[in-house]
T-cell receptor, first 116, second 112 residues
Framework: GAVVSQHPSWVICKSGTSVKIECRSL??????MFWYRQFPKQSLMLMAT?????????EQGVEKDKFLINHASLTLSTLTVTSAHPEDSSFYIC????????????FGPGTRLTVT | GDSVTQMEGPVTLSEEAFLTINCTYT??????LFWYVQYPGEGLQLLLK?????DKGSNKGFEATYRKETTSFHLEKGSVQVSDSAVYFC???????????FGKGTTLSVSS
């Protein structure tokens, strides 16, 4: 149980276009979802925390107008990278927390974004 | 603020060797402690956890004991396998926190 999926697993896009990444909790309801960014050989950097039905809370230094997060249901959160540039190329990972226990986070397999 | 410090890697071992990856933390109160593993090209998987002092988390032959007195949560395995090659992250969730705080990760490479 507690499976989280991400789609797509990898995507290549041209500079200036937007890309949407989906994060789904497949067999549980997630009141809170987290979005992380990981650079090669580095740790995960928390980008934002999203709660179902409310606006996401962004970490300091993360542009909320560039990284749009929507958490429309208890099983789906989306991250849209708007007007992507090569420096946005990274590995994006989401996690979902089971209702009632935000520290029990389950991670998706990640999405590799390459902007050319 | 809360933080996690892991030993720097990479750690290179031969199959069946003993593994220790050190992890210490700074936090107020009694955080929950975790070890996550990331295989190449994949997301993170929870390996084990401990939620209070002296608890021992264990899974797949890996163990870690929550030591409040030394603020540590070292990961150990008695006999590593090639399939254990991955990046290991120590993490904590503080009493007042809303998200996990990760260490920088330690790369383990096991050769046959």
């Amino acid at each position: 149980g507690a499976v989280v999926s991400q789609h797509p697993s990898w995507v290549i896009c041209k500079s200036g276009t937007s890309v949407k990444i989906e994060c789904r909790s497949l067999d549980f309801q997630a009141t809170t979802m987290f979005w992380y960014r990981q650079f090669p050989k580095q740790s995960l950097m928390l980008m934002a925390t999203s709660n179902e039905g409310s606006k996401a809370t962004y970490e300091q230094g993360v542009e909320k107008d560039k990284f749009l997060i929507n958490h429309a249901s208890l099983t789906l959160s989306t991250l849209t990278v708007t007007s992507a540039h090569p420096e946005d190329s990274s590995f994006y990972i989401c996690s979902a927390a089971i209702a009632g226990g935000p520290y029990e986070q389950y991670f998706g397999p990640g999405t590799r974004l390459t902007v050319t | 603020g809360d933080s996690v410090t892991q030993m720097e890697g990479p750690v290179t071992l031969s199959e069946e060797a003993f593994l220790t990856i050190n992890c210490t933390y700074t936090a107020t109160g009694y955080p929950s402690l975790f070890w996550y593993v990331q295989y190449p090209g994949e997301g993170l998987q929870l390996l084990l956890k401990a939620t209070k002092a002296d608890d021992k988390g264990s899974n797949k032959g890996f163990e870690a004991t929550y030591r409040k007195e030394t603020t540590s949560f070292h990961l150990e395995k008695g006999s590593v396998q090639v399939s254990d090659s991955a990046v290991y992250f120590c993490a904590l969730f503080g009493q007042a926190g809303t998200a996990l705080i990760f260490g920088k990760g330690t790369t383990l490479s096991v050769s046959s």
